[in-house]
């Protein structure tokens, strides 16, 4: 829903050109590419249920803070600190998924998990236009973090009790099969 309108919302509320938007993304965007393995294990060891509420209401928070930035460096800041919890809820509920399917149909299942999501994304990336367009820049940043809100005792509820949490110790390290 919101990932969609950053440019548009940052020309909007900074007055920022595209050389300005782009130097406002690298730093976002290099601590993304090298977080994946950290996020995941991170996940594992808090257990992938914890991983999604705790996830979910960083998003919140940092979404906020997002909107109360009042320079181009705190809105970068809360960006990225945004980008890293929406990835570790990402990579929890993948993981919550892949655990309860059984191998011979992995492709499937998550190929038909997938279509669902990416229907979810085009929904919200609709969505968050049409608030842009017709209530202004922050009303679909405002909707997505009441959305992430209200989806947390959702999650509460939903989401599988998982029996354990790795321990360091039992996380496979590269070269240790």
């Known amino acids: 829903m919101i990932t969609v ?9 900074f007055d920022a050109d595209i050389e300005e938007i782009a130097i406002t993304f690298l730093l976002p965007l290099l601590i993304f590419s090298f977080s994946g393995t950290y996020l995941g294990r ?5 257990g992938h249920r914890r991983a999604v509420i705790v996830s979910a209401v960083l ?3 940092t979404i906020v803070a997002v909107l109360l930035s009042s320079k181009l460096s705190m809105f970068t800041l809360f960006w990225t600190l945004f980008n890293l919890s929406s990835s ?3 990579f929890s509920l993948d993981a919550m998924f892949m655990k309860g399917i059984s191998g011979h149909s992995i492709g499937d299942d998550y190929g038909k998990y997938s279509t669902g999501a990416n ?3 085009i929904l919200g ?3 968050g236009g049409f608030l842009f367009d017709s209530f202004g820049h922050t009303i679909p940043y405002i909707v997505f973090a009441v959305g992430m809100a209200v989806l947390i005792p959702l999650l509460l509820a939903a989401l599988p009790k998982m029996p354990h949490v790795m321990k360091e110790d039992s996380v496979i390290k590269p070269g240790h099969f």
């Open 59 to 61: 998003s919140v928070v």
């Open 5 to 13: 309108l950053l440019i548009p919302y940052l020309q909007d509320v």
């Open 125 to 127: 990336a609709a969505l």
């Open 42 to 46: 991170l996940g594992d060891r808090m």
């Open 88 to 90: 570790m809820l990402a």
């Open 119 to 121: 229907i979810g994304a």
